[in-house]
Each structure stands twice: as structure tokens, then as C-alpha cells.
């Protein structure tokens, strides 16, 4: 495709589940980054991978947070024991090199309700 | 910590007024900055940015802004604002030293008026 896409749009949930999500950046973008963007706020930086390493997961609330990127390419960000406070927007962003001096294109996002 | 400031939070106009939204930026190393728009609907959409050279900056349908090192400034303008501007605004700067990871302001929500 030509842009970034992430699925599902909308994932609603219950507390304690675990769920999953994914993000397909454009084709050659090496470098791909995960927001969360809360209602009234701006995105919140939550990992950044260059190919198939986490090279910046500073982001992460804790460690009920996890993402990965087995093949360079598609990335899945994975939630255990979700809590209410998860709730928000993640938004997945890829970017050309080492994502310095360009530009992070970004995907349509998952609406995540945590009940 | 590096961070974002956009004072504006909801801004209200009529069409053709003129606009300015304000950023400010924390960190006094190497900057990159940027705006994002986010029409309703739809997903973050980059308006401008700012590497080096040319302080003023232009963007895509009439926006332009103006980076201001001596204020840690990078104001959006737009002369003559149309309904379909109605969206909101986020201005960012970029950790060059972490990756290249965005810090965004808490955005400005614009709202034109017919």
C-alpha cells in the first residue's frame, strides 16, 4: 500500500485482557516508531525500532508494554493485563534511514477502549 | 527533558482572518521542528518542517512559519484561513540524538467558521 496502515481501527476491550496491535509501514522505510496520542493531548513516544531492533523503547509505561518487529517490516505492539488508563489512540509512524532529518509518516491509528 | 509548548488550545476564527498559532521548543540542540495537521477523520498529516537554512518556512495550502532560535519559537501562520482549515495543529521537534523520535505539543484545535 502506499501509506502506513494499522489494524484493527477500533479495539475495544476488558480489563485485564491482552491484545494486539499492528502496524504495516510503507514498503523501505526502515525506521518505525509507536505513539499514544490521549484524548485532548499530542502523541506520547513509545518505542522506535531501526529494522528488526528496538533501538529506543524509553516510551513504554512499564513492562506490561511490549512491541516487535521480527522482520524488519510490520511491527505488532503488544498490551498484557490491559488497564482503563490504556485507553487512547496508538499511532504507528515509519520514516526513511535512521528517521533523522525526515519525515515520520503516519498510519490512521487504533482506537483502544479499555472497559 | 525536551519538550513542546503550543499556548493555544482552541482557537476560533471567521474565514479569511489571519492566523497564528504558537510553539515554543525546550531544547537547545539540533532542531528539527514540524507541524502536523489532523483533519476530523483523519490520520496526522505533515504540514511543514524545518531542518536549516531559511528561517521562514513553507508549507503545503498557504501555511508557512517561522523558526526563531533567539525565542525557542516556530509560529504557524496563515495569512487567510478557509473552513476546510478547521482541524487541529501539533507542533514537534525531534530528538535528533534518540532516533529521531517526535515530542509533540498538546495541539491547538482550530475551529473556521463559514
Known amino acids: 500500500g502506499a501509506g502506513v496502515s494499522q489494524t484493527p481501527s477500533n479495539k475495544v476491550t476488558e480489563k485485564g485482557k491482552y491484545v494486539e496491535l499492528r502496524c504495516d509501514p510503507i514498503s523501505g522505510h526502515t525506521a518505525l516508531y509507536w505513539y499514544r496520542q490521549s484524548l485532548g493531548q499530542g502523541p506520547e513516544f513509545l518505542i522506535y525500532?531501526?529494522?528488526?531492533?528496538?533501538?529506543?523503547d524509553s516510551g513504554l509505561p512499564n513492562d506490561r508494554f511490549f512491541a516487535v518487529r521480527p522482520e524488519g517490516s510490520v511491527s505488532t505492539l503488544k498490551i498484557q493485563r490491559t488497564e482503563r488508563g490504556d485507553s487512547a489512540v496508538y499511532l504507528c509512524?515509519?520514516?526513511?534511514?535512521?528517521?533523522?532529518?525526515?519525515?515520520?509518516?503516519f498510519g490512521p491509528g487504533t482506537r483502544l477502549t479499555v472497559l | 527533558a525536551q519538550s513542546v509548548s503550543q499556548h493555544n488550545h482552541h482557537v476560533i476564527l471567521s474565514e479569511a482572518a489571519s492566523l497564528e498559532l504558537g510553539c515554543n521548543y525546550s531544547?537547545?540542540?539540533?532542531?528539527?521542528l514540524f507541524w502536523y495537521v489532523q483533519y476530523p477523520g483523519q490520520h496526522l498529516q505533515l504540514l511543514l518542517k524545518y531542518f536549516s537554512g531559511d528561517p521562514l518556512v513553507k508549507g503545503i495550502k498557504g501555511f508557512e512559519a517561522e523558526f526563531i532560535k533567539s525565542k525557542f519559537s516556530f509560529n504557524l501562520r496563515k495569512p487567510s484561513v478557509q473552513w476546510s482549515d478547521t482541524a487541529e495543529y501539533f507542533c514537534a521537534d525531534q530528538n535528533y540524538n534518540q532516533g529521531g523520535k517526535l515530542i509533540f505539543g498538546q495541539g491547538t484545535e482550530l475551529s473556521v467558521k463559514p
Open positions: 531544547y537547545g540542540g539540533t532542531v528539527n
Open positions: 525500532f531501526q529494522g528488526t531492533g528496538a533501538a529506543d
Open positions: 509512524a515509519s520514516s526513511l534511514n535512521d528517521g533523522r532529518n525526515n519525515e515520520q509518516f
